[in-house]
């Protein structure tokens, strides 16, 4: 049994912003990566939106957290927070 927090070696992580806490023990996290245009080599903003498990709800909308790739959780969550990188600021 190993921890929740604890990341495997050789595991992909990410670090993305969380775009939305709405639902239990699962956070929305916006990750984006920038990457050259296939034809015309511009620099271009990527984006992508992953469902990552938050066990105890910590993790609030607008935090940078980085996040784990695991075994499914769910349908559509096979990543988790493994710790925030920087809380939100309030506006």
């Given at each position: 049994?190993?921890?929740?927090?604890?990341?495997?070696k050789?595991?992909?992580?990410?670090?993305?912003?969380?775009?939305?806490?709405?639902?239990?023990?699962?956070?929305?996290?916006?990750?984006?990566?920038?990457?050259?245009?296939?034809?015309?080599?511009?620099?271009?903003?990527?984006?992508?939106?992953?469902?990552?498990?938050?066990?105890k709800?910590?993790?609030?909308?607008?935090?940078?957290?980085?996040?784990?790739?695991?075994?499914?959780?769910?349908?559509?969550?096979?990543?988790?927070?493994?710790?925030?990188?920087?809380?939100a600021?309030?506006?």
């Amino acid at each position: 049994m190993s921890d929740v927090q604890t990341p495997v070696k050789n595991t992909r992580t990410l670090v993305g912003r969380i775009v939305s806490d709405k639902r239990a023990k699962t956070v929305t996290v916006l990750v984006e990566r920038r990457a050259a245009h296939e034809l015309y080599g511009k620099i271009v903003a990527r984006s992508r939106k992953y469902h990552a498990h938050d066990e105890k709800g910590e993790y609030k909308m607008g935090d940078l957290v980085e996040i784990a790739e695991g075994r499914p959780i769910s349908k559509t969550k096979s990543w988790t927070v493994t710790r925030l990188v920087e809380k939100a600021r309030l506006v």
